[in-house]
Nanobody
C-alpha cells in the first residue's frame, strides 16, 4: 500500500510563495504519475498539476499556469509543487495523489478519479 504525506502548507499573503512536498512511502515512485489537487470549502476537488511517470511531462490547470511548477525527485521519493504569485482564490486544502503507470497521462492526470492513492492534505490559505 502506497502512502503519501503532504507538507508545506500555511498562511501566506497574496503575491507570496509556498512549496508543497509530497513524500511517498515507496522507493518506486518513478513508476507512478503524481497529481496535485485542491478542494476549497463547498467546491469540488479540482486538478491543479500533474507529472507523468514515464517522461516527467507536466500538466497544469489553466488557473495556475505560469504560477505553479511541479517537479519530482525520485531519489527522495518526493514530488514538489512550487506555488508563486499566490492569489486568494488559491486558498484550499491541497492533496497529492498517485497512480501506477497512469496512461494516457494527458487525458487523465488532472482527474481525481484517475488516482487510487491519496495523501491527507495540507491547508493553504492566501490572505492579507
Amino acid at each position: 500500500q502506497l502512502q503519501l504525506v503532504e507538507s508545506g502548507g500555511g498562511l501566506v499573503r497574496p503575491g507570496g510563495s509556498l512549496r508543497l512536498s509530497c513524500v511517498a512511502s515507496r522507493s518506486t515512485l518513478n513508476y507512478y504519475a503524481i497529481g496535485w489537487f485542491r478542494q476549497a470549502p463547498g467546491k469540488e476537488r479540482e486538478g491543479v498539476s500533474c507529472i507523468a511517470y514515464s517522461d516527467a511531462s507536466t500538466y497544469y490547470a489553466d488557473s495556475v499556469k505560469g504560477r505553479f511548477t511541479i517537479s519530482r525527485d525520485n531519489a527522495k521519493n518526493t514530488v514538489y509543487l512550487q506555488m508563486d504569485t499566490l492569489k486568494s482564490e488559491d486558498t484550499a486544502v491541497y492533496y497529492c495523489a498517485a497512480e501506477r503507470k497512469l496512461t494516457p497521462v494527458q487525458a487523465n492526470c488532472l482527474k481525481p478519479v484517475s488516482y487510487d492513492y491519496w495523501g491527507q492534505g495540507t491547508q493553504v490559505t492566501v490572505s492579507s
